[in-house]
Structures are given as C-alpha cells and as structure tokens.
C-alpha cells in the first residue's frame, strides 16, 4: 500500500500568497468600482438638481413683475414699506454674494369691492390675508406694495387696513394680492463651497451644485432677456437664458 503525502509547507505558503494577491486584486476592482458607482450616482443627482432648478428659475422668471393688468415695469408704482422706492420685477446683486429677486403678485388675488377711505378695503376673499402681511394693490396705471395693519371677515367680503394711506388714486378694477418676493442666492454653510439657496417664505438650500453665479439683463428681440451663467464643479459653466414676459 502506498504512503500518502500531505500538503507541504512550501505549497501551502504558496497557496496563501496567491490568494493574497487574488483578494488584493478583487479589493482593489471592488474599490474602483464603488468610486466609479459614486461618482456616477453624484453627477447624475447634480444633474437632476440642476434640471430642477432651471426649471424653477425659468418658471420664477417668466411670472416676474406679474399684476392682473400689466407688469410692474410698465405701472407707476412704490413700495411703501421700504423708503417709497420703486417696485422691481427683477434685481441682480453683487454686494457679496450674487443675488437674483424676483417679484410680483400672487395669481389668486382679490378685487377691491369698496374703499372706505384711504386706509380702508373692502375686498373680496378668494385670497385669505393676514395682518402684517405683505400686498400688492394695483390697477392699470399703478401699483403699491403695502404691509395689513389688521384683516377682518365680514359676510361681502375681507375688511382690510392698511399701515399707510394708499399713494396713488386708483380707477376700476383695483387688485389686491399678495406680494412675493423670490430671491436667489449663493451662501456658504461651515466654511464649505457655496451653494444655491432659494428664499420664499423661509431659506432652503437648493443644490450643492452651484457654486455661483452671475446674472445679466438686456433687451432682445423687443424684449427682456435675462442669462444666468452657473459656476458648477472644476470651474464649469451652465447658460441658462429666460424671456421675461412682456405685459
């Protein structure tokens, strides 16, 4: 009967190596492969932030200086919460970050059905308001933006009063709605790169894919144009361009 040999040292060291260097080989593919998963998953979610965004920026843009008449750049108009200015569809900014403001009514808004005095409303409800919000009143010749003192509802309609006498004599039909103020801009959160921020009735961070951005307004085609260019990752760039609406 022969003898049997078992597996040697030699062999078995042998042995181990080579599965060391297969399961060195297979970490690294595993490695490779996850980081390429990553980055994928990483630009794909920035590219759908940054559609999202577009969209939302040109849908902003579109409905800026909105009023039931005309838009606001074609209206007498005055803000009389702030200094009197005049009211802007749209407003770039530099000072220190680039900031984009967008205003305009709400698309549910209200017809003055009465005025008591120069303080005093009468309007209907189809947009329930509350005191010490921020309205638009406007016409077709005029518009103010003004802050309600106090709101009442009544059975014709909602009573409001105004903080201040109303600026400007307004013929039939006179609008009421909300007055919305969008603002675009880029801040930085712990020290890290910018991002887009989005700011309605409070702050929401939009996309890390945005770094910056800067903003240009000019007439075309009879019109107003505005371009957007986006700073993404590696210095990129993202040409947005938007028509404002021209009444």
Known sequence: MGSQRGVGLPELLIALFISSVMMVVLMHQYLNMKRQYLYLQTTLNND??????????????????????????????????????????????????????????????????KKTDDNHL?????????????????????????????????????VIDLTKPLAFTYHEPIYVGKWLEETYSIQSIHQRQGSLFYRLHHNEE???AVHDFSAFLKQHNGGRLLTLVFVLDKGQTLALDTMLRMS
């Open 206 to 208: 939009l996309t890390s």
């Open 122 to 158: 009468l309007i209907t409800s189809r947009e329930p308001l509350r005191a010490k919000e921020s309205i638009l009143i406007a016409d077709c010749y005029h518009a103010e933006v003004q802050r309600t003192l106090q709101v009442k509802y009544t059975a014709e309609g909602q």
């Open 48 to 113: 759908i932030d940054l559609q999202l965004v577009t969209e939302l920026i040109r849908d902003s843009v579109r409905k800026a200086g909105f009023t039931p008449c005309l838009g606001i750049n074609h209206l007498t108009t005055v803000d009389r919460r702030r200094n009197s200015k005049p009211l802007m569809a749209i407003e770039v900014g530099f000072e220190k970050n680039a900031t984009l403001r967008i205003g305009r009514m709400s698309e549910t808004f209200d017809t003055v059905l």
